[in-house]
Every structure is written in structure tokens, then in C-alpha cells.
């Protein structure tokens, strides 16, 4: 068998550490700055090819140049040619980063090759007589395989860049992953608007009926294909031109569109006071909140952000009503004004979508992104969404009319008007009144460590087989960070799981599950997954146990749903089995997650932190019963996030000069949603669709999170203080 086991020294250098061969570099004489990695199309196959003008023997046929761009590249304000930017980061942000340390240099895993330039150059001959395209049999072998390997070997940095950027942050992770980005997308798109390579898949697709290849060589090659049609291969040189500055603005406002989303949640900061201000909250609450203002240097003052639970504590827990409505407008409000305004990127970001689509021959850019996902068409999306919209809202206002009259009830002041920032509070208050105080209890069944083992992976085990078994000898580049290595249930090794779960400073906001590279079995050797799963739970004072909330014990599960995918999706074409529609890729999470709540599951992980019992089955069935409360109001909101996503995307003209709080405004009366519907993410700061790790937005590859007026309740001695600390404060006048 070529499958090498984890297990030995070598591997664990090469699979845990992500060590490659050298790349070769293109000769002195080309002056060119290498871009791809080395690319081996047959380990076995030694053959030579003649120049026609010269006579002598060409480079290796089976290394070739994927990209290559100018030394002038780096010229300026950019790194160095001899710079090392991996080297560089490393030494700034931590002297010993494992995950940094994954090869010489950035340059060395992205160094270019040297692509022919004629098809019949990329045919790797088994006879130095053979005729190209005279073996049917081997064509895709000879097209897929390199590309797709080529494209490997920019994936690896470029993931672990973005993955140390989401989850460390850091000025030089940020710059590298900028200047790598421009870099990449540069490569990719020398490829994709090759006109020789695009000739050489054209030649293969068009005889494909008669190459005699099965469903799955079938089917990779008209995504190859067709990803070379959506990149631009059949534009004109002009149109080339331009679509290449469209995919580098796009992919560099996507990144500062998401650090600006980074940086004002995390630099947010509202210093209370007056203690009076946080009844209402847990005893630790506080303390954690005095913790906060004593580390940034502010003695006998509470300092509330938008982090490690902050946010959610207030809004549900703290009687005052206008610190809970001052909170959630600083909260609803980020990335729309100030240092980190995400207004007008927001507007390019659609504009130069929109432009790229319309050049690429598609109405608007849903029509263009949707072409390749099970969905197919926005009237498709709208024919799905419209109607659950409608029974959602119903439901909503229902519900809400419900919570307003408890409100009134509770507050007995019947001119009471329910606000979108009493929403979290009362809901927790009429929960209470419904199913009963025990449900306050489930946080101390829920303890991180019974969770993740006798849970999570528990629920793996018995489904598929699959064991995970903690590594204490693979570096991380955090100590939050736990490794994991999986294997199947014959005891073959699946691949490694990096698990950070807790908040920190520099770590970006929700949870997502990434890769740091993908399932390749090309060659004689199986390369297995690196899998990473990233999440924002409340961080446990010191000597504290880590309890988690239900919905991060929901979004553990979730995520684990990703990364089952990952390590099961495989096959020797990444370009099928390495990626998935985007409207399909929630589905193995979303089906992982309902197995938290399984009365079996949970009777198995779900034991008090500090007897070791089970939980009750009565606990189980109240909270059970509680699952669907206030849904309709949870949905109303999802739907309308979702659909704002299609409405920015099907726009037909650039929206020069739009106001972005009025378009939203303008969007919820069209589809006639409920005053009190409130957007789960507003422009500026969804991440989903206007941000994301750094990635090339050339389509040649394909793959892929939710987490205050003045009343009876703010009495006049309420103060709110605004210090000029290190971070952003927020006033309160």
C-alpha cells in the first residue's frame, strides 16, 4: 500500500510540521520572482524533450511554471526579494510560531514553475516518440492532476497565513497575509487567463466523450473547465487586463473590510462607574468586567466590550435599560463611522463584484455565484426563501406581541413599548416563567472537557468509527490550541484536528471551521488533512471550571460537523472531492449539531462539573420542550439577513453615492418585514459575505458561523466615563 501511517518520525515531520520539497525556481535569465511550489506530475517517469529552435534538452517536462510576476513586484514598500516575510513574521510575532515555520520562506512554498507554453508541452509522454493526445486515457491525468497540485501548493500558506491571521492577528500577520494575497491572486489568475493552458484543457474537454474516462474524471474535468470559463479564459486581452485589477481590489478590500470588523469589536470599550449600572449580572460577570478595566490601567471601574461574552451578559441579564440600549447601539453600529468605516468598502466590494460579473457575461453577481451551487438562480433562492419568510414572520409578530405583553405585565407600566435591546432580556425572564428556573442549571452539566470527549467525540465514534486522541507533542502557536489526531475505526489514521476554542485579544469573532491543508492522494503517498476548528467561548476566570452556554455547546457540535467533512471528503481530485457548493457546506454541520441534544447524548456528556451526576431527565425534557422558543422572532431576523445578502448581490447598476443604513432601511419595507425585525449582521460588519480570510477571488478552486432612553431604571447618578485608554471607548453623555 503507498498509505503511510502518522505514526513514524519522518511523517510527523512532513504531515504535522507541513514540510515540502524545495521548489525549484525558473532560471536567472527569466528575472522572475518564483510563485508556485515544485509540481511532479509522474514520480516514476523520467523523460526529456527536445527544443525545436535549439536542440538541447528542456527542463524537466514535468515541472511547470503555474505563475510568475516581476521582481518589480516587491520593489518599494513591499518586501524585499531576499526577505523572508514567513522568517519575518515569525521573529515579530512569536520567536518559536510551529505553525509559521512552514517551509524556508513564503517565496520557497509559492515559487513558480515553468508552464509551456503549447498545449502538447504539458503532455508528459510515457515514450519520447509518442504523438500528444494519442492516449485518450491519460489526458486528465495530465491536465487535472498538475493544476490541481499547482494549486495545492499555493493552498498551504496561504491557509495557515489565514488561519494565524483570524485566530492571532498581529500588524505583520496582517501585512504578510496582504502582500501574500496579492501575490496569490496574481498567480492564479496568470493560469487561469493563460490562453495556452486553457487551449490545453479546451482540447481535452472536446474529446472527452471518446477519452474513455469514468463519472468521477468526467466530472472534474467540466468543473475544470468550466472554472476556466468563469475565470476569464474567453475574454479579450483587454477584458483580461482589467479582470485581473478586479480580482486584486477585490480580494484586498475583502481583507481590510475584515479587519475593520476585528478591530471595532475588539477595541470597543464602555467604562462604567456606578455599580448600581450592572444589576442584574452574576457576581463573576462583574468581577471579569473589573478585570477588564484593571488591565487596561483603570482601577475601580468596570470596562464592558463586545467580547468573551460581554455583550450577551448585559443584554440579558442587566436590569438597566439604558446601558443594555447604549451597548446594542455601539454594538449595531460598528464599521458604519470612525476609524474602521466599512461603508464605502462595502459599496465598492459590490460594485466591482457587479462589474466583474457583467464582463464575465451575467446579469449581476448572485447570477454569477449561484451558477455553481445547487440553488442555480436568485429566483430559485427567492422561490425557497419568500415563503418560509412569510410563516417566520408571522410567527414573529405573534411572539413578539406575547413578550411585549409580559413586559408590560412585568414592568406594570402599561405605555411600555418593547425596544430591540429588552428583546434578550425579557425573553430570558419570560423563558423563566414558562419552563421554570431549572433550566438556569444546564450550565453546570456542561463542562468543556465532558463536552468535547464524551460528547463530540463520542457521537463521531459511534456514527462513523471515528476516535480522536489528544497529541501533546505536535507545536501550536497558542496554548488554547489542543491537537487532535483521528483515525477511522480500522485504526487508519484520518488526519490532525487543531481545536482553538476560547476568546483572546486579536482573535476574530464567531466560529468557523478551516483548513490548513486538504486530502491528496496524487502520487505514491496519501497526504491526510490538517483540520482546524475556531470558536469564541467565554473564557473561565482562573482556577475556574470551563462551563460552557447551550449554544456553544450547539456550535461545538456544528462546527465538528465541518470538520467531519473534512476529514472524510476524499478522492484523488480535489477539485470534487476537496469542495462543495457553497449552499451545501452547512449540511454535515447542521446535521451534527442536533445530536447535542439527543436525551442518549447528552445523558453522556451533560454530568454536574462537581458531583460527576448525570443531568435529570426532567432537566432533559424541560429543555427539550424550551428548544423552539421564540423561534419565529429568531427566524424573522435569519431570513432577513439572508435575504439582504441576495439584495446587495442582484443589483443591476453600480450604487454610487448609497447610503447603506437607508438601503437596509429600504430592503425591509420591499420585502415587507416586521418593524422589529433586526439584521443578525448588517453591512458593515457581515463578515460572511464581504469578508473573509485572504483567499484569491479567482474561481479556480473551490470551499467555503452566527454567534439604551433613560427610565426608571437609569437613575440620575448613573455615570458612564470615557477615559483615553489604548483602546476605543464609547460615550455616554
Known amino acids: 500500500s503507498s498509505f503511510a501511517p502518522l505514526g513514524t518520525p519522518r511523517d510527523r515531520e512532513i504531515d504535522f ?167 496569490t491572486g496574481e498567480a492564479y489568475d496568470a493560469v487561469t487567463l493563460d490562453t495556452a493552458i486553457f487551449r ?233 416563567a414558562k419552563f421554570g428556573s431549572e433550566l438556569g442549571r444546564m450550565r453546570n452539566y456542561l463542562f468543556f472537557d465532558n463536552v468535547l470527549n464524551d460528547g463530540v467525540f463520542y457521537v463521531a465514534n459511534r456514527l462513523f468509527g471515528i476516535t480522536l486522541t489528544q497529541r501533546t507533542d505536535i507545536p501550536v502557536f497558542h496554548p488554547d490550541v489542543l491537537t487532535f489526531e483521528a483515525k477511522d475505526a480500522e485504526g487508519r489514521p484520518l488526519g490532525l484536528l487543531y481545536l482553538d476554542c476560547f476568546v483572546r485579544k486579536g482573535k476574530r469573532g464567531g466560529a468557523w471551521c478551516s483548513r490548513l491543508r486538504g486530502y491528496s492522494c496524487a502520487g505514491e503517498r496519501e497526504v491526510l488533512p490538517l483540520v482546524t476548528i475556531s470558536c469564541n467561548f467565554s473564557r473561565a476566570a482562573e482556577g475556574r471550571p470551563k462551563l460552557l452556554s447551550t449554544s456553544e455547546v450547539k456550535t461545538l457540535f456544528h462546527e465538528f460537523g465541518h470538520a467531519l467533512a473534512g476529514f472524510l471528503s476524499r478522492g484523488p481530485y480535489p477539485q470534487v472531492t476537496g469542495s462543495f457548493p457553497r449552499d451545501m457546506v452547512e449540511l454535515p454541520s447542521q446535521l451534527n449539531e442536533h445530536w447535542a441534544w439527543e436525551p442518549e447524548v447528552m445523558k453522556h456528556y451533560a454530568r454536574d462539573y462537581e458531583t460527576g451526576r448525570p443531568i435529570p431527565d426532567a432537566l432533559i425534557a424541560k429543555f427539550k420542550e424550551s428548544e423552539n422558543f421564540l423561534k419565529g422572532l429568531y427566524l424573522t431576523d435569519f431570513y432577513a439577513t439572508a435575504l439582504l445578502d441576495l439584495e446587495w448581490h442582484t443589483v443591476l447598476r453600480p450604487v454610487e453615492g448609497c447610503d447603506v443604513a437607508a438601503f437596509e432601511r429600504a430592503f425591509l419595507k420591499r420585502y415587507d418585514f416586521p418593524e422589529h425585525t433586526a439584521l443578525r449582521f448588517r453591512t458593515t460588519y457581515y463578515n460572511h459575505i464581504f469578508a473573509v480570510t485572504p483567499r484569491s477571488t479567482t474561481p479556480t478552486r473551490g470551499r467555503r458561523c452566527w454567534t439604551p432612553m433613560p427610565s426608571r431604571h437609569s437613575p440620575a447618578r448613573a455615570i458612564f466615563s470615557i477615559p483615553k485608554p489604548r483602546a476605543v471607548t464609547a460615550a455616554i453623555s
Not at 469514468?214 to 476569464?232: A, C, N, W
Request: proline content about 4%.
Open 200 to 432: 490545453l484543457v479546451k482540447a481535452v474537454y472536446d474529446r472527452r466523450d471518446a477519452a474513455g474516462l469514468d463519472s468521477l474524471q468526467l466530472r472534474t474535468l467540466g468543473k475544470v473547465y468550466r472554472s476556466y470559463i468563469r475565470g476569464g479564459a474567453l475574454c479579450t486581452p483587454g477584458q483580461k487586463v482589467r479582470l485581473k485589477e478586479l480580482n486584486r481590489e477585490i480580494s484586498l478590500k475583502r481583507i481590510r473590510h475584515g479587519q475593520n470588523i476585528t478591530q471595532a469589536t475588539q477595541e470597543f470599550v464602555l467604562y462604567v462607574q456606578d455599580s448600581s449600572l450592572l444589576d442584574g449580572l452574576a457576581g463573576t460577570t462583574r468581577q471579569r468586567f473589573a478585570r477588564n478595566a484593571a488591565r487596561q490601567g483603570h482601577q475601580g471601574v468596570w470596562a464592558v466590550g463586545f467580547t468573551n461574552g460581554d455583550y450577551a451578559s448585559v443584554m440579558a441579564s442587566a436590569t438597566n435599560r439604558d446601558l443594555r440600549r447604549r451597548l446594542y447601539e455601539a454594538y449595531t453600529s460598528r464599521c458604519m463611522d470612525g476609524k474602521y468605516d466599512n461603508r464605502q468598502l462595502s459599496v465598492d466590494i459590490v460594485n466591482l463584484r457587479l462589474e466583474r460579473a457583467r464582463m464575465l457575461g451575467y446579469e449581476n453577481y448572485a447570477a454569477y455565484t449561484l451558477e455553481t451551487n445547487m440553488a442555480g438562480t436568485p429566483e430559485k433562492v427567492r422561490e425557497l426563501l419568500l415563503p418560509l419568510k412569510d410563516a417566520a414572520a408571522g410567527k414573529g409578530r405573534a411572539e413578539r406581541a406575547e413578550l411585549e405583553a409580559f413586559a408590560v405585565k412585568y414592568e406594570r407600566d402599561s405605555a411600555f413599548r418593547l425596544e430591540p435591546w429588552d428583546v434578550a432580556f425579557y425573553s430570558g425572564k419570560l423563558r423563566k
Open 17 to 183: 510540521r507541513l514540510r515540502m520539497r524545495p521548489a525549484p525556481f525558473v532560471q536567472k535569465r527569466q528575472q522572475r520572482l518564483a510563485i508556485v511550489g515544485d509540481l511532479l506530475v509522474d514520480d516514476g517517469v523520467q523523460c526529456r524533450r527536445k527544443r525545436r529552435a535549439h536542440g538541447r534538452p528542456l527542463r524537466d517536462p514535468r515541472i511547470h511554471r503555474v505563475a510568475a510576476v516581476n521582481r518589480e513586484v516587491l520593489q518599494g514598500e513591499r518586501l524585499a526579494l531576499r526577505q523572508d516575510p514567513v522568517e519575518h513574521a515569525q521573529q515579530i510575532v512569536c520567536a518559536s510560531h510551529p505553525l509559521l515555520g512552514i517551509g524556508r520562506s513564503l517565496r520557497a512554498r509559492i515559487a513558480a514553475l515553468q508552464i509551456a507554453k503549447g498545449p502538447e508541452q504539458l503532455h508528459v509522454a510515457a515514450h519520447p516518440r509518442e504523438r500528444p493526445f494519442d492516449r485518450p486515457g491519460r489526458r486528465v491525468e495530465h491536465v487535472v492532476v498538475p493544476l490541481d497540485r499547482a494549486d495545492s501548493l499555493l493552498d498551504v500558506p496561504r491557509a495557515v497565513l489565514g488561519y494565524l491571521k483570524s485566530n492571532f492577528g498581529g500588524d505583520s500577520v496582517i501585512r504578510i497575509s496582504l502582500e501574500s494575497a496579492q501575490l
